[in-house]
Every structure is written in C-alpha cells, then in structure tokens.
Nanobody, 115 residues
Framework: QAQLVESGGGLVQAGGSLRLSCAAS????????TSWARQAPGKEREVVAS???????DYLDSVKGRFTISRDNAKNTVYLQMDSLKPEDTAVYYC?????????WGQGTQVTVSS
C-alpha cells in the first residue's frame, strides 16, 4: 500500500533548526515531484518547498534562504531542513507526492516554534 510517513517535528525556540523527513513506501520519490506543505490553525494549507524529479527546487518566498528541500534516492526519503525558525513557522507540516493528477499526503508532523 502506498504511504508517506513524516517525522522530525517538535518544539524548538525561535532561531533554531529542525529537519523533517518523509519516507515513502509504494512510491519512488525520484520519479515524481514532492512537496512540503504546512497548515497553521485557522489558515489554509500552503506549499513551502518542492523538488521535481530532475531536482529543480522551488520555495515559498517567506522561507527562501531558511528552508532547504532535498531527496535521498537510496533511502527513498525527502527532507526539509528548516533553519532560523520563526514563531510564524508553527504549523503541521505535510509531505505531498504528485503523481499525474493525483496528490498523495502523509499524516503530518507538528512543528512548534516558541518566541
């Protein structure tokens, strides 16, 4: 069964770092575009970083220079390195794989940044 599982969330002080991981079963990440999205309470879900099958990356303006998306094909895992975290980065972070017109989502991992 195809599945995405996120990990690595937690509580961190402003200015700190976290690395999120998204492991896949039933998918091969290197064949598809993968994104990290987040949803804060009362807000819509927004994509913060994406990486395509040919390793082109894209970032939400508010995280450029602070977040880095990467992929380890051998481990079939996508990462989101988050540095210089701010309280406004607090949200549930989700991994999304796009295969054709279908999107597959993980269950999410909570990131909380204290001021």
């Amino acid at each position: 069964q195809a599945q995405l599982v996120e990990s690595g969330g937690g509580l961190v002080q402003a200015g700190g770092s976290l690395r999120l991981s998204c492991a896949a079963s039933g998918f091969t990440f290197s064949s598809y575009s993968t994104s990290w999205a987040r949803q804060a309470p009362g807000k819509e879900r927004e994509v913060v970083a994406s990486i395509t099958s040919d390793n082109t990356t894209d970032y939400l303006d508010s995280v450029k220079g602070r977040f880095t998306i990467s992929r380890d094909n051998a481990k079939n895992t996508v990462y989101l390195q988050m540095d210089s975290l701010k309280p406004e980065d607090t949200a549930v972070y989700y991994c999304r794989l796009r295969r054709g017109r279908l999107d597959y989502w993980g269950q999410g991992t909570q990131v909380t940044v204290s001021s």
